[in-house]
């Protein structure tokens, strides 16, 4: 009964707070406040129409709306990375994956943004982790999507390892904020994404060498068909491999002003990816590197970002017998711009970005390292470096009130607001547990309960 | 005279499963009443070697060893016992590996003892992961080593994950650095009886023998729900529904049933051919006399309900439920049957039997009466950081007002596994007797930024993460890409 009771008031108290308006003056006082590349003890964070006004020390300003945040932290959103959230609802469902394509004539042209939920209910769990940005990138060999339960690993259709692209390209990553509303994408088309190594290698016929050719001869046709699309619309070029749709996509890569998110783990791989890169001029981000910290000079003269899980410290296979818990520590040290991801695609799981980044710090990231490596840097990373990911005037304001060090599991966000919104703190997670949390002894059955 | 002995026989087997253990017999089973059958007056031939279960109830046998041990004294450091005491600058005496006492900063310490400062430190019982399939799906997890699901047929249970069991699995080493002293090592759940599991102590061998631990009790793997009607129906056989699982289920324990009759009737009348020997019905017959203990892989509430309505036709017991994503909707009923829920935090929704996840979970089911909430991994990554996984637990239980100290919440993955897995009166907590299974952490467990400093198993120094010298490396490992290579923040031994 007392733990009814108390439920019940952790309840209501939440019913009554109503989700603030974007445009109203609130000023965020008295907490710790973390901007993302600096610390501000007893900081004062402004915010208003949507935007960051201040960051500072000084009083607010009067007619604002208070939060307290007196012995709590204060951080700018988190920024999930390598994430499908809002492109995929329950993983084994393959209806609500829309991230997974298989059509043959598009893929580099797949443009994930079309297929984005604002009603996903993986958006607000991810959010009470803290989370409100993602970079949404479609699914490929490789990739760190999908469920690898253990138990469900015999089996295609959980998880990514029964699915094979038809490309080398997986398609256009896209990115979202999670505030709750009708639409969430902030800008489609951000980046395009590739798998190496050996998934990459099965894309191509199954060595690493034919895919290293098969990439070069299809930037090739992209520049031909580029310079000659008038030729190409009245048949009067060669053929070529890819579709009209997919070559179009291409240009950008090829001339170098849409990264390409490269997912690659070995070694050997990540130096031959680096070279590729240079050689054509196009301009990439690493993704996965599990072995990155075995050449990370090499990694960070070539000026190359990283978007990483410190937490993958097991060969699951053999491209990636060096990988270590300290990978990100040494990227970092060696001057690397690292992004750290949330688990299996940072989905379901991508609240756990918080932990990984603890984690990090625990095997040798400095702590402002790892804070920025899931805020400023992401932004940098995908071009919207001052634009969110940071507290500073005129950023987007996602902030976020934690109860004490946001990598700590103990901690929760108590308050967050995204693009100036606060966001309810609830998900239906919170309404299940809430429904069950009185004590399953009820006179009516637990379905009246709401 | 042959009946008394019989029933005797039979008490002491019932007796046995009340304790949850049969740790000291050295036997990993009872069925058929082996005791009764090796003295019997009647001078009956002996069956032909490997015809009569009873003849040798242990073919497998445990031959660990602990690692070299020192009697010591864990002094100064904050001691969750994992049964429910936090002792502030506790004193932990550890005396031929096993805990001796356990106290406050008064007591006594023994003569001959080394004192090992914690200061500053927490000291907690070693880690225990109910649900691991380290060694089965080892890393890498490359073709040919994906021995932990034998889905040819929906029974299963006369394979032993013990027989897939790699020890060179890297994996041990990482979650032994992440505390884990004792894990269950389970077959998949592609099949409603997947196979016996074993329980291992976290030491290095070359054997699987090396690794498992004396008189545990062997679990059998069963699972309910999606994975065995997806992987069965998809090849049009049975089981495709639930109800065919269900009917599954029922089918093979009413041949258990009678599997055990004949046996029992047969070392009874001595009369007749014995039966034929059916390694399938043998480990269903041990759930029937409690020798195995059935470890049931089932999310959903209702699933769990009928279940426990089986159990009950047939007359066994369900000693866990395992990935119970539900427990929370059934706790009340979890708690009355004695059956544990062993969960994770942070999974959901990759399939729908998982949708209903919540984070409260363990905390709601802690907070029943003689509940038995533990936190699990079924993962090698996971498996690492149970401790984190916990904290997660019981900052959503904090969330909704639940006062939830943090010396009840380490039972979670000490005491709780333990006793999910019959070993609890082995392991699990800091009490006088039990092995000496203890991790000195850098800071309060329920941080992530603690780390497993020392991790000690029967009182020897499995790991330390201040000394190569206890930083255990697998043949694996031995010379693969990245051994040996120095660079910052680049521990070698350590993942």
Redesign the interface.
Known sequence: MRLRTLILAAVSAAAVAAPALAQELTAITGGRVLTGTSVIENGTVVIRDGRVVSVGTGAAPSGARIIDARGKVVAPGFVAVDSGLGGSEISSVGGSDDLTNGANTISASFDVSYGLDPWSFTLPVARLGGITRAIVVPSHPGGSGGHNHQDDSDFAGVGDGGFQSPSLFAGQAAIIHLAAGTDILVKPRVAMVAPFGEAGAGVAGGARGAEFVQFRETLAEVRLYARNKAAYDRAGLRDLSLSRADLEALIPVANGSMPLIVTVRRAADIQQVLRLAREEGVRIILDGAEEGWLVADQIAAAGVPVLLNPISNLPGNLETRATRMQNAAVLDAAGVLIAIKGNEGSVHRARETRYNAGNAVSHGLPYDAAIEAITVNPAKIFGMAGQFGELRPGAAADVVVWSGDPLEPLSIAETIFIGGAEQAPTSRQFLLRDRYARGGEEAMPPAYIR | MRLQRLRGASLAALACVALTACATSGSNGSNGDAAAAADTDEAREPLARGLDYAANPDPFPSTYRGLPRDNMAIVGGTVFTGAGQRIDNGVVIVTDGRIAAVGGPSTPIPAGHRSVDARGRFVTPGVIDTHS?LGV?P????QGM?D??E?TQPNTAEVWAEHSLWPQD??FN?ARAGGVTTLQILP???NLFGGRGVTVRNIPSVTMQGMKMPGAPYGLKMACG??PS??YGSRNSSPATGMGNVAGYRAAFIAAREYKAKWDKWREDGEGSPPTRNLELETLAGVLDGSVLVQN?CYRADEMAVMIDIAKEFGYKITAFH?AVEA?????LLAREGICADMWT???????EA??????NAA?VD?QPNSCAVIHS????LT??LN?EA??A???G?????NIPEERAISWITLNPARSLGIADQTGSLEAGKRADVVIWSANP??????ADQVFIDGGLAFDRFNPAYQPVSDFELG????G?S?????QG??
């Open positions: 399939h799906y890393s890498p997890g490359v994906s932990g699901n889905a890297p994996g990482a998949g759940s592609a999606e994975n997806r992987v892989h990935h929370y909707k059934v706790a009340p942070g999974w959901w929704g990759f399939k729908m949708l209903d996840a919540v984070e409260a709601l907070a079924d993962d090698a990554e690492q950081r984190q904290a997660a019981l900052a959503a904090r969330r909704i007002g639940m329920f941080s992530v930024y603690a780390r693969q890409p990245g051994y290579v660079a910052a923040n680049v521990t350590a993942r």
